[in-house]
């Protein structure tokens, strides 16, 4: 268990839908990262946050969006939903002073059908 | 850019046998290196790190040495388990400022008894 927790663990939903997921990093861990896995895509950097402030975007469509709070926990949005949006997302947690050191939860498995 | 690249797989091993997996990457400056994890239907573990050139990462049986003059990060394990079965993750970040992971596509093992 690496102290990252993720909800929900499963999502179903229609194309055109809007769904969000739900990451709470690491007690301590300021930074939050998401991440996209597809068998396609491999594993891709989304967006990443620290103490509620954007830091830096990868390949994050516009349809998709992302905040931290300020208790830390963040969430993604999807919207407009595709077919292809379909993927495990990711978030991860790094310790402050160790950025180059993530820590995975368990995904959220999205089906867009 | 930054890039890894890993061998393909999947790698089909007999339990107790000598385990390789290579990878190498390309990046400006030094990275740092890790090895993540994957078991079926779980998110991802770090598995080990090394932060500079010539440091040995190890972790639960398994090796990897950062080798600046290859551009390499090969992991090694001396005897495999059929418990060691997943998809195994090469990856590099920045040893600065707020860093991403760049991944590999994974290479999957699979272990027979």
């Known amino acids: 268990d690496s102290g990252v927790t993720q909800t929900p663990k499963h999502l179903i939903t229609a194309t055109g839908q809007r769904v969000t997921l739900r990451c709470s990093p690491r007690?301590?861990?300021?930074?939050v990262y998401w991440y996209q896995q597809s068998l396609d895509q491999g594993l891709q950097f989304l967006i990443h946050?620290?103490?509620?402030?954007?830091?830096a975007k990868g390949n994050i469509l516009e349809r998709f969006s992302a905040q931290q709070f300020p208790d830390l926990h963040s969430e993604l949005n999807l919207s407009s939903l595709e077919l292809g949006d379909s993927a495990l997302y990711f978030c991860?947690?790094?310790?402050?002073?160790?950025?180059?050191?993530?820590?995975f939860g368990p995904g959220t498995r999205l089906t867009v059908t | 850019g930054n890039s890894v690249t890993q061998m393909e797989g999947p790698v089909t091993l007999s339990e107790e046998a000598f385990l390789t997996i290579n990878c190498t990457y390309t990046?400006?400056?030094?990275?740092?290196l890790f090895w993540y994890v994957q078991y079926p239907g779980e998110g991802l573990q770090l598995l080990l790190k090394?932060?500079?050139?010539?440091d040995k990462g190890s972790n639960k049986g398994f090796e990897a040495t950062y080798r600046k003059e290859t551009t390499s990060f090969h992991l090694e394990k001396g005897s495999v388990q059929v418990s060691d079965s997943a998809v195994y993750f090469c990856?590099?970040?920045?040893?600065?400022?707020?860093?991403?992971?760049?991944f590999g596509k994974g290479t999957m093992l699979l272990v027979s008894p």
């Open positions: 991860a947690s790094s310790p402050i002073g160790a950025s180059y050191e993530q820590y």
């Open positions: 007690s301590g861990d300021l930074s």
């Open positions: 946050y620290y103490n509620g402030e954007e830091r």
């Open positions: 990046a400006t400056g030094y990275p740092s």
């Open positions: 090394a932060t500079k050139a010539d």
């Open positions: 990856a590099l970040s920045r040893n600065s400022g707020y860093s991403t992971l760049t």
